[in-house]
């Protein structure tokens, strides 16, 4: 059985372009979000690892680590940034972590566990590893996507979704479709209407089970 949302990931070490860490000790009281791809040198993969450079900023400002994951190894990764830099015109400053051993990928269910890289494998022989996954100070996962070979991941959604997990751990609230920084939130069906409008003060009851208010500060 892979990982399922609210378990903790494994601790596992592993080898990046950057030494040696520890994925607990990476996280630290961070968040961060694990993306992973099926091989170095690859199109796709380098517009989005890109995309993610340019972000740096974005990152930072919510407390969150980024880690990507590759099953090439350490001389690609450094080689490959390169490529990445030049296409988003930023430096890729986080780490990569070369998974030539599957270890990463089989602990978070992109693999099956007997899957092996054969020589000369091609993308397609490691096509599900194209995922994101977004885990908590508290080392569990909250979050994760998988994406096909043909379509580029939408870095501003994993912004969107990171916004509203930090929103709703933060604040005991819920968020609605679509939702965005600074929109109104859902007050949860276990808070009831005395304990909102002490919590909340003002908010909208659109059905029994769906009240929304506005986020002070």
Known sequence: MGLRINDTIPDLTVETDQGTLS???FVGDNWMVLFS???DFTPVCTTEFGAVAKLADEWEKRGTKVLG???DG???HKKWKGDIEKVGGAKAGFPIIADEGLEVSKAFDMLPAEAYMPDGRTPNDSA???SVFIIGPDKKLKLSMTYPMTVGRNFAEVLRALDGLQTSTGKGVA???NWNVGDDVIIPTSVSD?????KFGEFTTVLPYLRTTKLSG
């Open 194 to 198: 005395e304990d909102a409008k002490a």
């Open 69 to 71: 994951v590759s099953v």
């Open 74 to 76: 350490v001389e690609d």
């Open 175 to 177: 968020t609605p479709a």
């Open 23 to 25: 994925l607990h000790e």
């Open 128 to 130: 599900t590893v194209r």
């Open 37 to 39: 791809h099926p091989k």
